[in-house]
């Protein structure tokens, strides 16, 4: 069993920076594909940002552009940076490994 556990969610105002991070409990290379989800106040989970085993990235259309998936293999840690925020990526965001495992989620607020 792994845990994930995500940080780095905060109050920003629109146009602002964040970057959130997802620390594993162990190597994340055996997991296929580790994603980021979005949820925002009574919506359903979204994936947003999936990054590959091999390293392949893919975005939703909502955020293409503006925010950027990336691991550190070493550190058993994803991290998204999200720029340009808009006050619809309000929401609470989750790591995931393979849709299986999910880290507590991290809550990010945007200010209009």
């Known amino acids: 069993q792994v845990q994930l556990v995500e940080s780095g969610g905060g109050l920003v105002q629109a146009g602002g920076s964040l970057r959130l991070s997802c620390a594993a409990s162990g190597p994340i290379f055996r997991f296929n594909v580790m994603g980021w989800y979005h949820q925002a106040p009574g919506k359903q989970r979204e994936l947003v940002a999936a990054i590959t085993r091999g390293g392949m990235t893919n975005y939703a259309d909502s955020v293409k552009g503006r925010f950027t998936i990336s691991r550190d293999i070493a550190k058993s840690t994803v991290y998204l940076q999200m720029d340009s925020l808009k006050p619809e990526d309000t929401g609470n965001y989750y790591c995931?490994?393979?849709?299986?495992?999910w880290g507590q989620g991290t809550q990010v607020t945007v200010s209009s």
């Open positions: 995931s490994a393979d849709s299986t495992h």
